[in-house]
């Protein structure tokens, strides 16, 4: 993650002026098109900024902001809300309060707006999760809102999801065995983000290895209990 970090700014670092560019050329003044071209376009615009906001560029912040309230598609909008989870400050909680008032009628999108919390390294950490699980529009029987939740956050968050302490993991499980107790299915495929424990240190795989016994102990569904065994390889 952080080797994912420094090579995004050492880009960013060498071809700043080059993004900012690209970035004002490939704006799209007209009606929205899904077509290949268009896309293609929204896509490196986006990157361009993502890149630009690896540097905390002061200008960055101003180009989501703006992106963020002039967007004419949910690509442009979600890409420019990501980019200020990256920056980081006041105005994060302030996009992410808006764009949940905008949108919270919309249930597709607000899994969307859960999903980029679940991947948003939180100042307070996993505190923040555990309010999430609590908010008015989070339903633990909806698995897609779950995935949205749990599952970006087990596969995109590297700060918090593999966090030293294990405060990250004992989060997941805790999630992982709640859902189990409606859907088997969806949990069995949650529990899936643990089978890289393999690959990292050995103070994490202890903490996963653990994780994966207390999952078993529990007397889970058969589904879970597959995965848990077969992942744990004990």
Known sequence: HLAGEWISRAVADTLRDDLLQRYHALADNGPFSPD??????????????????????AVTAGLAVEQLGTATNMTDELAALMTLTKLGGKRVNTSMTDFYDKWKNNPLVIDKWFSVQGMRAHDDGIFALEKLVTHEAYDRRNPNRVRALIGSFAMGNATLFHAADG?????????????????????????????????????????????????IKSEPSKNVLEIASKTLGE
Not at 40 to 55: I, K
Not at 179 to 193: E, F, I, K, T, Y
Not at 195 to 212: G, P
């Open 167 to 215: 405060s990250g993991y004992h989060f997941f499980t805790q999630q992982v065995l709640d859902m189990d107790s409606r859907n088997p299915q969806v949990a069995a495929r949650l529990l899936g983000a643990y089978e890289i424990w393999r690959k990292l240190d050995h103070t994490r795989q202890a903490q996963i290895k653990s994780q994966l016994r207390l999952v």
């Open 36 to 57: 290949a071209d268009s896309a293609g376009r929204r896509a490196l615009r986006n990157r361009c900024l993502s890149l630009l906001a690896s540097r905390r560029d």
